[in-house]
């Protein structure tokens, strides 16, 4: 089966590691993961500027290390993360922001990537949000 997930709440929230946990569990499986999108509160998981306490697990980096290890498609909403202050070299440059903290293997895109994940996966799993 092939998933598509999207994430929107912050790496410090239990959705967020459940939805960690369910994509392991899906590669685990056998299954596809066709795109990762982080949107809303969901793109702080990509910062490389959040500092997890030392008695907490670091789901960001989890996420990281997850994407790298399995060569997934991970896609932080622009909007989203422009109004989080989540940026690329790019958009660093672009609005003279001084601090670049969106570092590789995230990829900054607009919500049609999520739109076109949903068509292209068999499922869309949402975890986190309003």
């Not at 596809?32 to 998981?45: A, K, N, P, T, W």
């Not at 422009?82 to 609005?95: I, P």
Request: include cysteine; charged fraction near 20%; charge should be negative.
């Amino acid at each position: 089966m092939k998933f598509a997930i999207a994430v929107f709440s912050p790496g410090h929230a239990p959705s967020s590691r459940r939805a960690l946990l369910f994509a392991q569990a899906a590669v685990a499986g056998g299954h596809e993961i066709v795109r990762l999108f982080f949107y809303q509160d969901g793109v702080h998981s990509a910062s490389a500027n959040i500092v997890t306490p030392q008695d907490e697990t670091d789901i960001a980096a989890q996420w990281r290390e997850f994407i790298n290890s399995h060569q997934l498609d991970a896609v932080v909403c622009i909007a989203a993360a422009l109004r989080r202050g989540v940026l690329d070299e790019a958009e660093a440059g672009r609005y003279q922001r001084p601090a670049v903290n969106l570092p590789a293997p995230w990829e900054l895109s607009g919500l049609g990537q999520l739109h076109e994940a949903a068509q292209t996966a068999d499922r869309l799993v949402c975890f986190g949000g309003d």
